[in-house]
């Protein structure tokens, strides 16, 4: 039966997600497969961390998506294929599964592949806001904000963050209202660590990082407003087509209405862009058919907007110029 955890999971250990609820079960290996099923059925969005012997391994869902999976092995995560048969093999499994929104998720990628931040500062949590705006305006990454009873989250793409993931008490506030209870949190001393972005592959050059992540941005935008303006019922249409494309295709690249899950590995970044900008045509094309030409283009301007300046010129490569004039 599942309990709330008390004990130190390995996340817990490297300091992240201490104070959010977490759901503890005991289950027999020979049932992961099906519990699997369950969370892509239940379209989980969150952290699963399963230990079944000496390593810890934890996994990443975006809508029953995995978005990366990871073992922690002496003290540190690795990234390692996603298939779960990797824990088939062991006679009894403990899971934690943690809920979290999708900023949380992506928040949660960058520091499992990052391990250790690349600077910690002590402030007065009146300095956060600034501290926290003035290394958004030229860092990607995240931001890990702890108290020593709360936490918070920011995922920073080079501009003003205008939402945050706040943990305090097993309670997540996301958005613009976590944001602010990160900033106005009435303990006066924090320590803030940040994480920048890390490359999935190291052949990739932090140029083709930055189109990486503008393609993730730019179609998230793009699918989140047409849903806003078409219904839910029209965008799990397109979302179900953009799937079954890129899976025909062998592209480990899913869509869901939490976002972009992107773990295809590339040989180099000219494949990844013609890749990302074959998504992009096939998105806006389909949109098109429903909503029009001139509307389609307004919501790739509008996604274009909500970038800053390194991450606009990194989607210019792949979105077609004269949509966005």
Request: glycine share 6%; with cysteine.
């Amino acid at each position: 039966m599942a309990a709330q955890e008390t004990t130190t999971s390995a996340v817990r250990q490297a300091g992240w997600l201490q104070q959010v609820a977490c759901q503890r079960e005991e289950m027999p290996a020979a049932t992961w497969p099906e519990q699997w099923r369950t969370w892509q059925a239940r379209a989980l969005t969150g952290l699963v961390e399963v230990q079944g012997g000496e390593d810890s391994i934890v996994y990443l869902f975006t809508e029953g998506s995995v978005m990366g999976a990871y073992r922690y092995q002496e003290g540190s995560f690795f990234k390692i294929d996603t298939l779960p048969e990797l824990a088939a093999h062991l006679a009894s499994l403990t899971i934690w599964v943690v809920q979290l929104p999708l900023d949380g998720v992506r928040a949660m990628k960058t520091l499992l592949e990052r391990g250790t931040p690349l600077e910690t500062r002590a402030l007065s949590t009146a300095e956060l806001q600034t501290f926290c705006e003035e290394v958004a305006s030229h860092t990607v990454g995240v931001l890990h904000v702890k108290w020593e009873d709360a936490e918070g989250l920011l995922v920073l793409s080079g501009r003003v963050p205008s939402a945050g993931v706040f943990i305090h008490n097993q309670t997540v506030a996301n958005g613009p209202n976590g944001l602010t209870k990160i900033y106005t949190y009435p303990v006066s001393r924090c320590r803030v660590h940040i994480y920048p972005e890390v490359l999935d592959e190291p052949v990739l050059s932090e140029e083709d990082a930055l189109v990486r992540l503008a393609f993730a941005m730019f179609a998230d935008a793009v699918l989140f407003r047409y849903i806003e303006l078409t219904g839910r019922r029209m965008g799990n249409s397109l979302i179900a087509e953009m799937n079954r494309i890129t899976r025909a295709r062998g592209w480990s690249i899913r869509f869901s209405r939490n976002g972009v899950a992107d773990t295809h590995t590339f040989a180099h970044g000219d494949e990844a862009q013609q890749v990302y900008r074959t998504l992009i045509q096939l998105l806006v094309g389909h949109i098109s058919i429903v909503v029009g030409d001139m509307l389609a283009h307004a919501l790739m301007r509008q996604a274009l907007d909500r970038m800053d300046r390194r991450l606009q010129a990194a989607a210019h490569r792949l979105v077609p110029l004269p949509a966005v004039a």
